[in-house]
């Protein structure tokens, strides 16, 4: 059986919400962040040498990297559910948006976040960081206006990698500024699979 191991308000809860919309069995084994700190426990780098969240045990296996285990969980226990044929014209923008989450749209909006704590002496760099922000953001709303999905008719791993994206900037007060991708994360939260993924993971508010 699959064993997440989950720290709370984090990316992980992606792969919740992946489980429950695919309905494969999991084990769930939960980390609390530091209260202070807010840094995973030490306990978890029993698990990933790295410290951090999401990561997967299957058997023998283990996987790190939000991406990489939506890709296996997909080919390994999908059953061909939730991504495009790998031989359709939408499989290899579906694998452009797994890397893009992370690759590129998390980089400015985790640079506000840590610049933010500066205070005044990060305030040169914020207008850079805004507008990085603004481009990324603004690059999801040109693709997602007048689409239900990010790639196809149906949902796909694709939307569960870029929700943590979304979940950032509406806790940074950036997405209201972006109606389609706001209106995208309402339509996402409505979804039965995402419930009972937050009612098991706990609460997300990503530190607010």
């Known amino acids: 059986m699959l064993t997440v191991h989950h720290l709370n308000e984090s990316r992980s809860q992606r792969i919740l ?14 980390y609390q962040r530091d209260a202070q700190t807010r840094l995973a426990p030490p306990e978890l780098k029993a698990i990933n040498a790295l410290g951090k969240s999401p990561v997967i045990t299957d058997g023998p296996k283990t996987i790190i990297e ?11 226990h999908g059953g061909g559910r939730m991504q495009p044929a790998p031989n ?20 400015p909006l985790m640079l506000h976040m840590y610049v933010g704590r500066l205070k005044e002496a990060g305030a040169p760099l914020h207008p850079r960081i805004q507008s990085e922000v603004a481009n990324h953001l603004g690059f999801i709303e040109g693709h997602l206006k007048n689409r239900t999905f990010f790639v196809g008719d149906g949902l796909t791993g694709a939307d569960v990698q870029m929700s943590f994206v979304a979940e950032v ?20 939260h409505d979804r039965p699979a995402w419930k009972r993924a937050i009612d098991k993971g706990g609460p997300y508010a990503l530190g607010r």
């Open 17 to 30: 919400w992946l489980l429950e919309e695919l309905g494969i069995p999991y084990e769930l084994k939960v």
């Open 66 to 76: 939000t991406g990489a285990i939506i890709d296996y969980i997909i080919r390994h």
């Open 88 to 107: 359709s014209t939408d499989y290899d923008e579906y694998v452009q948006w797994l890397h893009y989450g992370e690759g590129s749209a998390m980089l």
């Open 169 to 188: 900037a509406r806790a940074q007060q950036s997405l209201p500024s972006f109606p389609a991708f706001n209106a995208w994360l309402d339509r996402m």
